[in-house]
């Protein structure tokens, strides 16, 4: 064997061994390490998205991202805050179709514990009014909400947050019923008289959606307290506080001086005299 020969032959055992001491370490890993090269394997080709992210790298998928920030940026005033959430939502219904598509995909994807982004994505979909949304809103409103998981319910409550992640998808369902979108009505009617279904808030949102969806108003209400219970009938309304009254409230709420609402009983019962000098 010549000396070029004897090169080649001395090449392919190292290969051939370090592919043997591959194998053997792989055998030895256990299943999440194993798991962990997998993906460690998949990063280097590119293949494993970026973590965390909602959407892909497209026009599209950047003007959701924007619209995602457009949420959490700090205004001076509300109105502030409005103007620039509808200039982006404005944007975004210039493609409805692939931006619901993108929503949709973001929310089945998305780690359950990340609430806010969560009610970012259903609001979204909502505020488009566009029927091609139906079917995202109406499973997000029907779906359960998962047990209790906080141990600290005094200060965070998934099952709250759960709830307050459903109510923009009632709401987008209300409009699209007072569109003339059936399907959304009867999903709201069956929310707002399920006998089972105990979270007070999405059935509420769910009674004042149907009652917008339609004209016969006063027929709906008959037809609505029919159905549920005596307690329940005071929020069969579209009767809504006006604005003077709500500020009426308010000044009587606040009327009282901070010094005088924090007096218990006792020091409120003290003579006004001063105390006699002591001698």
Same mark, same amino acid.
């Given at each position: 064997?010549?000396?070029?020969?004897?090169?080649?032959?001395?090449?392919?055992? =190292?290969? &051939?061994?370090?592919?043997?001491t @591959?194998?053997?370490?792989?055998?030895?890993?256990?299943?999440? $390490?194993?798991?962990?090269?997998?993906?460690?394997?998949?990063? $280097?080709?590119?293949?494993?998205?970026?973590?965390?992210?909602?959407?892909?790298?497209?026009?599209? @998928? %950047?003007?959701?991202?924007?619209?995602?920030?457009?949420?959490t940026?700090?205004?001076?005033?509300?109105?502030?805050?409005?103007?620039? +959430?509808? #200039?982006?939502?404005?944007?975004?219904?210039?493609d409805?179709?692939? =931006?619901?598509k993108?929503?949709?995909?973001? *929310?089945?994807?998305?780690?359950?514990n990340? *609430?806010?982004?969560?009610?970012?994505?259903?609001?979204?979909?909502?505020?488009?009014?566009?029927?091609?949304? +139906?079917?995202?809103?109406?499973?997000?409103?029907k779906?359960?909400?998962? =047990?209790? #998981?906080?141990?600290?319910?005094?200060?965070?409550?998934?099952?709250?947050?759960e709830?307050?992640?459903?109510?923009?998808?009632?709401? @987008?369902l209300?409009?699209?019923?007072?569109?003339?979108?059936? !399907?959304?009505?009867?999903?709201?009617?069956?929310?707002?008289?399920?006998?089972? +279904?105990?979270y007070?808030?999405?059935?509420?949102? !769910?009674?004042?959606? +149907?009652?917008? !969806?339609?004209?016969?108003? #006063?027929?709906?209400?008959?037809?609505l307290?029919?159905?549920?219970?005596?307690? /329940?009938?005071?929020?069969?309304?579209?009767?809504?506080?006006?604005p003077e009254?709500? %500020?009426?409230?308010?000044?009587?709420?606040?009327?009282?001086?901070p $010094?005088?609402?924090?007096?218990?009983? &006792?020091?409120e019962? /003290?003579?006004?005299?001063p !105390?006699?000098? =002591?001698?």
């Open positions: 064997m010549d000396r070029k020969c004897r090169i080649i032959f001395f090449l392919l055992l =190292v290969v &051939a061994a370090v592919g043997l @591959g194998c053997e370490a792989t055998q030895d890993l256990s299943e999440e $390490d194993r798991l962990a090269r997998k993906d460690d394997k998949g990063a $280097d080709t590119g293949k494993k998205p970026e973590e965390g992210e909602l959407f892909p790298d497209t026009p599209i @998928g %950047q003007k959701l991202r924007n619209h995602m920030n457009v949420l940026l700090p205004a001076e005033t509300l109105e502030e805050a409005d103007s620039r +959430y509808a #200039k982006s939502l404005g944007e975004l219904r210039k409805p179709k692939e =931006v619901i993108l929503l949709a995909e973001a *929310y089945r994807n998305i780690e359950e990340r *609430y806010f982004e969560r009610w970012g994505l259903v609001k979204t979909l909502g505020d488009l009014r566009n029927d091609e949304a +139906y079917t995202t809103l109406s499973s997000i409103a779906s359960a909400i998962p =047990v209790e #998981k906080s141990e600290d319910l005094h200060h965070f409550s998934t099952q709250e947050e709830q307050i992640i459903r109510l923009p998808a009632v709401e @987008g209300a409009a699209l019923a007072s569109q003339g979108h059936k !399907a959304a009505e009867r999903d709201l009617l069956n929310l707002a008289v399920e006998p089972l +279904y105990p007070f808030a999405v059935k509420k949102r !769910a009674i004042k959606g +149907y009652l917008k !969806a339609g004209r016969d108003t #006063k027929a709906r209400i008959r037809f307290k029919s159905k549920l219970p005596l307690d /329940l009938h005071e929020i069969v309304t579209l009767e809504v506080t006006s009254e709500f %500020q009426a409230k308010v000044r009587e709420l606040t009327s009282v001086s $010094d005088e609402t924090t007096k218990d009983t &006792a020091e019962q /003290l003579p006004k005299e !105390a006699p000098a =002591v001698k």
